[in-house]
């Protein structure tokens, strides 16, 4: 099993930045995604990385405004996310897949789940 940790989440005015954090300890696995699940809404997915190359992939409306990062070093992956905006709220969490690549967290092929952090985006 991993254990996922997030940090980072806050309340912030639209058109500001945050950075999430996810420290990852335990077995090893293949890549690591962000999702995030607003009130009343079903989880989806945010950005993915692999966890030994350079793909990443992310969902359409994150696109120039989010960017997925790692430190194999300290086994943590980063989410930047500027320009925030009030639709951004939501609770996010990441996730790993053991064997999978990014693409298989798009479509939420999650082996294991952090218990998140909120973001809050005021108008």
Do not use: H
Request: with cysteine; glycine share 10%.
């Amino acid at each position: 099993q991993v254990q996922l940790v997030e940090s980072g989440g806050g309340l912030v005015q639209a058109g500001d930045s945050l950075r999430l954090s996810c420290a990852a300890s335990g077995r090893t696995f293949s890549s690591l995604g962000w999702f995030r699940q607003a009130p009343g809404k079903d989880r989806e997915f945010v950005a993915a990385i692999g966890w030994s190359d350079v793909i990443t992939r992310y969902a359409d409306s994150v696109k120039g405004r989010f960017t997925i990062s790692r430190d194999n070093a300290k086994n943590t992956v980063y989410l930047q996310m500027n320009t925030l905006k009030p639709e951004d709220t939501a609770r996010y969490s990441c996730g790993v897949s053991y064997w999978g690549n990014p693409q298989a967290l798009e479509l939420l092929n999650v082996d294991d789940w952090g218990q998140g952090t909120q973001v809050t985006v005021f108008p």
